[in-house]
């Protein structure tokens, strides 16, 4: 890798860090104000409650384009082509966030948060019933629901919320165990990420652990969730589970 592209990179990571951290930041800040929200709905100032929701929408605005910057930042030194020109990076990073926009999740996770402020809300008065709109059972969506993928390691099974260094890929935003799956790639050089289906490539450069994963599983952990379902994550490949057996030297790296 030349100078500048490492310059380059380090710029990236320093940058979409920084956006990460504020990602963070804002969702702690959510959930202050969905708890302030239920002591005004307690207390009847409907007022303070509305104006309240108004600024969790505009807040949600800020909170999703900062993370679409906080996952565009990082493709941008792959995106990058040298060249006699001057690189126009401002369109370069705009180009990479348009690109993200079609292929994140941020959006549902948004819309999932949003849900959790009106939820909490709506239950000060009306605990057990649906929210209106709500027509169907399978539609109502809970606050403990969260946004992680797979709440299994695909490769140990182990529970995400047990796992104690867990890494996310920033290309298919599944959850591993993270000694198990840096064994697993080098031992399985070009397979795909071990969930059934995925098409997604693995690469060690894009298994991340950041506070944003951390905050996710902790709010997994503390709803309660992360139980093995069956559906949560298809076996792997059948070749994997010898590498399983004897891939404890893994854990000394």
């Given at each position: 890798?030349?100078?500048?592209?490492?310059?380059?990179?380090?710029?990236?990571?320093?940058?979409?860090?920084?956006?990460?951290?504020?990602?963070?930041?804002?969702?702690?800040?959510?959930?202050?104000?969905?708890?302030?929200?239920?002591?005004?709905?307690?207390?009847?100032?409907?007022?303070?409650?509305?104006?309240?929701e108004?600024?969790?929408?505009?807040?949600m605005?800020?909170?999703?384009?900062?993370?679409?910057?906080?996952?565009?930042?990082?493709?941008v030194?792959?995106?990058?082509?040298?060249?006699?020109?001057?690189?126009?990076?401002?369109k370069?990073?705009?180009?990479?966030?348009?690109?993200?926009?079609?292929t994140?999740?941020?959006?549902?996770?948004?819309?999932?948060?949003?849900?959790?402020?009106?939820?909490?809300?709506?239950?000060?008065?009306?605990a057990?019933?649906?929210?209106?709109?709500?027509?169907?059972?399978?539609?109502?969506m809970?606050?403990?629901?969260?946004?992680?993928?797979?709440?299994?390691?695909?490769?140990t099974?182990?529970?995400?919320?047990?796992?104690?260094?867990?890494?996310?890929?920033?290309?298919?935003?599944?959850?591993y165990?993270?000694?198990?799956?840096?064994?697993?790639?080098?031992?399985?050089?070009?397979?795909?990420c071990?969930?059934?289906?995925?098409?997604?490539?693995?690469?060690?450069?894009?298994?991340?652990?950041?506070d944003?994963?951390?905050?996710?599983?902790?709010?997994?952990?503390?709803?309660?969730?992360?139980?093995?379902?069956?559906?949560?994550?298809?076996?792997?490949?059948?070749?994997?589970?010898?590498?399983?057996?004897?891939?404890?030297?893994?854990?000394?790296?």
């Amino acid at each position: 890798m030349s100078s500048a592209a490492a310059r380059l990179t380090a710029a990236a990571d320093n940058a979409s860090s920084e956006a990460q951290s504020l990602v963070v930041d804002m969702r702690k800040a959510l959930t202050c104000m969905r708890s302030l929200a239920v002591d005004y709905e307690r207390a009847g100032k409907d007022d303070k409650v509305k104006q309240l929701e108004e600024e969790v929408l505009d807040l949600m605005s800020s909170y999703e384009e900062c993370a679409h910057l906080a996952e565009a930042v990082r493709e941008v030194p792959g995106a990058y082509q040298p060249s006699d020109q001057t690189t126009d990076f401002k369109k370069l990073i705009e180009a990479e966030v348009n690109k993200v926009k079609g292929t994140s999740r941020v959006s549902g996770d948004t819309q999932r948060l949003l849900r959790q402020f009106k939820e909490a809300v709506w239950d000060v008065h009306h605990a057990g019933q649906p929210m209106p709109g709500d027509e169907q059972e399978d539609l109502v969506m809970t606050s403990t629901q969260n946004g992680i993928l797979n709440t299994n390691c695909p490769l140990t099974m182990k529970p995400i919320i047990e796992v104690a260094n867990p890494v996310r890929s920033l290309d298919c935003r599944h959850i591993y165990d993270k000694i198990p799956i840096l064994d697993y790639i080098r031992r399985s050089k070009g397979l795909k990420c071990p969930v059934a289906g995925c098409p997604k490539d693995l690469s060690v450069a894009k298994l991340v652990c950041d506070d944003y994963l951390r905050m996710e599983i902790e709010e997994l952990r503390s709803s309660g969730g992360g139980a093995t379902k069956p559906t949560d994550v298809e076996d792997v490949l059948d070749d994997d589970e010898d590498l399983m057996d004897d891939g404890e030297d893994g854990d000394n790296q």
